[in-house]
């Protein structure tokens, strides 16, 4: 039997999502109870449509960063993505690079956010000016971007 829960279950689903159970366990255990509804054709169509319309929205996001990214990686590779950098007259930096930095850089070219947490390469290891190579983990795929930390 087809049911839709119209609450969250533990171990079960989410709200709105369509599971396919015994007869005995789902009326028993959920539509008795209040906690899933039995499915109909139409209903069962509908959440399936719903389904397939998110997965194609995941897929042209992925596209479009699969694009973006491969670009900058190229283009970065001639021409590296230009940071600038406070230092003293030692040529040391006042702050350190960090994450923000590398993002805003990325958004600045792209137009793309994306999160600190997929920038791979160690940031601790820029502590001077020049060219650098940052690697990003980007939908599970790994991306060269070429910075070149300058001074102000």
């Known amino acids: 039997m087809k049911i839709i829960l119209t609450q969250d279950v ?23 109870k209040g906690l899933a509804r039995i499915a109909t054709a139409k209903d069962e169509k509908q959440i399936l449509d719903k389904e397939a319309k998110k997965k194609e929205e ?9 694009e973006v990214f491969t670009k900058i990686e190229k283009e970065s590779s001639t021409n590296p993505i230009i940071l600038n950098k406070k230092v003293d007259e030692k040529g040391n ?10 993002l805003d850089v990325i958004f600045s070219v792209a137009k793309v956010s994306i999160n600190e947490s997929q920038i791979i ?3 601790h290891n820029i502590k001077t ?7 990003l983990n980007i939908n599970n795929r790994k991306y060269k971007i070429h ?3 300058v001074s102000l």
Do not use: C, W
């Open 129 to 135: 000016v020049g060219d650098y190579e940052i690697i």
């Open 121 to 123: 390469t160690d940031l």
């Open 10 to 32: 533990p171990r079960i689903g989410v709200k709105g999502t369509l599971h396919d159970l015994s007869t005995s366990y789902a009326m028993n255990s959920f539509v008795n």
């Open 93 to 102: 930096f006042y702050a350190k690079i960090s994450g923000q930095d590398i």
């Open 58 to 66: 995941a897929a042209k996001k992925q596209d479009k960063y699969i």
């Open 147 to 149: 910075i070149n930390v």
